[in-house]
């Protein structure tokens, strides 16, 4: 290899810690050996603690040299040698005191498994009928060369994220073997050991078969008597055995120390007996335990001692973890146990804490147990020790979605390798990322990266783990399934009927049809389905139809068919489920919707995606959507697609709570503007090749549409506009753009349409569809009649040319605002016309009562009092010149021409009917002015009001005396002499 002219520089080179300090080392070794350098520095590269590993192999080398001088002719063996060397200062003490046991690193380690292992110590444990000869350091010394070994295995993976599960797995079958031998050298120290059969327990991660390097070993003991022994005299006995046991794997001697037994996981804690009887353990889980106590559980297994006595207890157990996930408060428990953890982690190490930190090791351990005992009740598949294994079942069985599952067992993976890491440099119990540059540094190169790019992937395991703990840990689904009983999760057709009839749903039989449609099958979707059902019908069950809301469900479902994000996001996105079942058993309308298209389920992820879009906003899409298809059908049909999905985002923010009636009013209102517009744009492209002159148009919506008040069912009222000028075939063409754009936007169909309703214009149904300006000033300058100043208090641009809409609205500013209000005969003009609507147009058969629109209190009497009131102060009064009934109505009562309580009673029932008539649209699917006397009808309409459950007759009653009150209102402002 030759020698380097400058030690120093070549250490500082290679990236050795203490340059100067290698050099001597390095000297010191090169003397002794006669001047040939020792090895090749090259090797060094991968190795954590470089300076370390060449301190111990120079004097390794010194205390054995034949046996290094073989370790070098070995390249392979060395580079084993120095890895584990370098990775921990106690192993590499270890080795250099037995620089035998570093023939273990020969060959290439391979796994040993549970008998391997036993017959590891075997050769360096003398036993005589079960009871240890000899000194308690050779237990101690075979547990480091165990660790020797492991250790050179783990370091030497190319790929360790990929290993660490079957690394924890030997760690735990060396901790099995150590826990047995330590027993037997316990034996030698109870000369009454015979009396008793001792089982020892493995629990916590040794149970789990997941032990780090370090850790400490938790268990708990079960004793009975041998034959001829009392149950006093075996548990005092074993009581002796556990403690002695307990002492020699904690002892600190010249071979080191093992590790700690922990029993504190047993019935009362460290306050409780240290061994028990297996019937004593089946008393205590059997009426006092606690449900973490069961979650403790979930990982017991029989370790050492006797082990069909251990079997027996797990069999005890056992069934009783199954059984925890139903217990009362199990839920919240398990969820504050988490916080608790978190908080008590000191301020100064939460961000370092790899464990029991937020995203760390403990909140995708908790996350996999606490789905496995909700979910486990009743699918055995998932009732595995291990987190790894339970997380794979889970991803499996489509309990967690595979890209989350993949997340999360690659986070866990890492996070383990990394505690691994950490605890190899000291064997030490710890799981913090070292806050040493240096430690941090070695620890980052035993995993072949840099320390910048450890901390990057550290924390970014822990954002990522953070996020699906979140989602897995606080699911609404969970909440629900937590509190089926379990004999109800697993959907038998008796369990299944019993419980639809105790949920409430009214033909059970039907149900469970719907049930065994959407649950048979073997395929992942059919798998999740399993898990949604028995939350879905709670849910469905809290709304007005459960039997509807199911239909629909299995309708949705089926049309979606092996859609891939549909059932996954069901399970994965927070309320989701929730937010459907709850629609499913209220709204026809918005189900109707759905059932067209589908895909809209998704805008019940987000909150924000149910936010109503702007005039603005829906303009611009439905624009790019016409000018993104040259055939016009398709134009068309992609602006109803895209007028389909905001009115579903608005009944899906109305019927979840979301929005208010005054923006469902505006939102709708606004739909329409963009609609119209699209509409408009749509006739002209058809029309333009035969119709060259068409002239420029300017719609202006009037009622409800102008002021801002849409309801689902209403017409969209408008007059159309076109520039001075405008005559004879321009004129034409004017009204065939107009019909046409009605035509495109009204037409009939699966989508719900936008009706235009041009029948306020002057002359009514018998003047021209568009006229000019001039025209309009010049009737309502001449020929308008009374009624027509009303309608006109409405009106506002509502699309196409704002420019023409400014010049009619500025025009007759003076006509709806007039100068001196009205005459007495005006204001009798309106009050017949009133009387004469009401009288002639409330169905016969519907209660004046009950008629939201025409009856007494309702729309009309509000609307009509507040624009009587404008048309008469309105000159006087610019405020009062809105098109909004609301903001009307409120500055009457602000500038007291109308009586503050008078205005509330009028506002109070305007707010009433018009929610009611939106409700009912949304509920039945249909429009309706009459209060509905069908009872669940009025159940569904009363929740989606607020109400509660039964308070249908309650709604009723309100309803009533809202509108009566505002009646009388009424009488005293619009009918007062």
């Known amino acids: 290899m030759g020698r380097f002219q400058s030690p120093t520089g070549e250490f500082a080179r290679r990236g050795f810690d203490s340059a100067s300090s290698a050099a001597r080392v390095w000297e010191r070794w090169t003397t002794r050996l006669g001047g040939d350098p020792p090895v090749d520095l090259a090797l060094f590269e991968p190795v954590a603690d470089r300076d370390l590993a060449l301190d111990s192999i120079e004097r390794l080398s010194a205390a054995a040299p034949e046996l290094f001088a ?367 540059a240096l430690a941090l540094s070695h620890v980052a190169r035993s995993m072949g990266t840099s320390a910048e790019d450890l901390q990057k992937r550290w924390r970014d395991s822990a954002r990522r783990v953070r996020q699906l703990q979140q989602r897995l840990f606080f699911s609404p689904l969970l909440d629900v399934v937590s509190q089926v009983r379990t004999d109800e999760l697993q959907l038998s057709t008796e369990a299944a009927r019993t419980r639809m009839r105790a949920l409430g749903f009214a033909d059970p039989q039907a149900g469970l049809g719907h049930i065994r449609a959407l649950t048979t099958g073997r395929d992942r979707g059919t798998e999740i389905q399993r898990q949604l059902l028995p939350a879905m019908l709670q849910w469905f069950a809290d709304g007005p139809n459960p039997d509807f809301g199911l239909l629909a469900f299995r309708q949705l479902s089926e049309s979606l068919g092996r859609t891939s994000w549909y059932l996954r996001a069901l399970r994965d996105e927070g309320y989701m489920a929730q937010r459907l079942a709850r629609v499913a058993s209220s709204s026809r309308y ?171 214009r002057p002359e009514g149904k018998g003047g021209p569809q568009v006229r000019t300006v001039s025209s309009y000033l010049a009737y309502y300058g001449k020929w308008a009649s009374t009624w027509e100043r009303q309608m006109l208090l409405r009106a506002r641009h509502g699309a196409g040319e704002r420019g023409l809409s400014d010049d009619v609205l500025a025009g007759i500013e003076g006509f709806r605002y007039p100068d001196g209000g009205l005459t007495r005969a005006q204001v009798s003009e309106i009050r017949k016309l009133k009387s004469r609507m009401e009288n002639e147009r409330i169905p016969k058969g519907v209660p004046r009562d009950r008629h939201l629109k025409l009856g007494p209190g309702g729309l009309s009497d509000v609307e009509w009092t507040v624009q009587l009131l404008q048309l008469q102060h309105g000159h006087e009064h610019p405020g009062l010149r809105t098109t909004s009934t609301m903001e009307a109505l409120a500055l009457l009562a602000k500038l007291e021409i109308v009586p503050e309580s008078q205005a509330t009673r009028l506002s109070e029932a305007w707010h009433r009917a018009s929610m009611l008539r939106d409700a009912i649209m949304l509920v039945r699917g249909r429009a309706s002015d009459a209060l509905p006397s069908d009872t669940r009808e009025l159940a569904a309409i009363a929740l989606l009001l607020g109400y509660r459950a039964g308070e249908a007759s309650r709604l009723v009653e309100d309803t009533r005396r809202l509108l009566r009150r505002a009646a009388d209102a009424v009488d005293g402002i619009f009918w007062a002499a």
């Not at 506009?721 to 035509?743: I, K």
Request: some cysteine; proline content about 4%; glycine content about 6%.
């Open 590 to 760: 918005v189900v109707d919707l759905l059932k067209r298209a589908p895909e809209h389920i998704k805008m019940l992820a987000s909150t924000d995606d149910l936010r109503p879009r702007s005039a603005e906003e829906l303009t611009a899409a439905m624009t790019r959507a016409v000018n993104r298809y040259d055939d016009l059908e398709q134009a068309v049909a992609s602006v109803r697609a895209l007028r389909r999905a905001e009115l579903c985002r608005i009944a899906l923010s109305d019927v979840l709570g979301h929005a208010d009636l005054a923006a469902v009013g505006t939102a709708l209102s606004d739909l329409a503007s963009a609609t119209v517009e699209a509409g408009l744009l749509l006739a002209r492209r058809e029309l333009t090749a035969s119709r060259p002159d068409l002239p420029t148009v300017a719609v202006i919506a009037l009622g409800r549409w102008g002021g801002y008040e849409l309801s689902y069912s209403s017409d969209a009222d408008c007059m159309f506009v076109v520039p001075d000028g405008t005559e004879g075939d321009a004129l034409a063409a004017a009204t065939e753009l107009v019909r046409r754009a009605a035509d495109i936007i009204g037409k009939p169909g699966p989508d719900p349409a936008l009706v235009i309703d041009t029948d306020l």
């Open 70 to 436: 073989e370790i070098a002719a070995d390249e392979a063996w060395l580079r084993r040698l120095l890895l584990v060397l370098g990775s921990s200062g106690v192993l590499a003490h270890t080795l250099v005191r037995h620089p035998a046991e570093a023939r273990l690193l020969a060959v290439e380690p391979a796994h040993r498994g549970p008998a391997g292992w036993r017959d590891f110590f075997a050769a360096r444990i003398h036993l005589d009928d079960g009871v240890a000869s000899g000194n308690a350091d050779d237990l101690r010394l075979a547990n480091r060369a165990a660790l020797v070994e492991i250790a050179a295995r783990d370091l030497s993976a190319a790929q360790p994220d990929a290993l660490v599960h079957e690394i924890a797995a030997e760690l735990s079958h060396v901790a099995d073997t150590v826990l047995d031998l330590s027993l037997a050298h316990a034996r030698a120290e109870v000369p009454d050991w015979r009396k008793a059969r001792l089982a020892v327990l493995a629990v916590g991660k040794t149970g789990a078969q997941e032990l780090n390097y370090i850790s400490d070993v938790d268990v708990i003991y079960v004793a009975e008597p041998a034959e001829g022994a009392t149950s006093d005299e075996a548990v005092t006995v074993a009581a002796k055995l556990a403690a002695a046991q307990a002492r020699i794997c904690s002892a600190h001697t010249s071979e080191g120390s093992i590790w700690q037994v922990d029993a504190a996981l047993r019935p009362e804690g460290k306050a409780g007996p240290l061994v028990r009887t297996l019937s004593s353990y089946r008393a205590y889980y059997a009426k006092w335990a606690k449900n973490w106590e069961f979650q403790a559980m979930l990982k017991a297994r029989p370790a050492a001692g006797d082990l069909a006595l251990g079997q027996a207890f797990v069999d005890m157990v056992w069934p009783l973890v199954w059984q925890a996930g139903e217990r009362p408060e199990f839920l919240p428990e398990v969820r504050a146990m988490r916080d608790r953890v978190i908080s008590l982690i000191p301020a100064k190490q939460e961000d370092r804490e790899i464990k029991l930190g937020s995203g760390g090791l403990r909140d995708t351990e908790f996350s996999v147990q606490l789905l496995q005992l909700v979910h486990g009740r009743a699918d055995e598949r998932l009732r595995t020790r291990g987190t790894f294994d339970g997380l794979m079942a889970l991803i499996g069985n489509g309990y967690i979605g595979r890209g989350d599952g993949a997340e999360m067992a690659r986070a866990y993976r890492f996070q383990r390798v990394l505690e691994h890491r950490i605890q190899l440099r000291r064997l030490r119990r710890t799981h913090l990322m070292p806050d040493d």
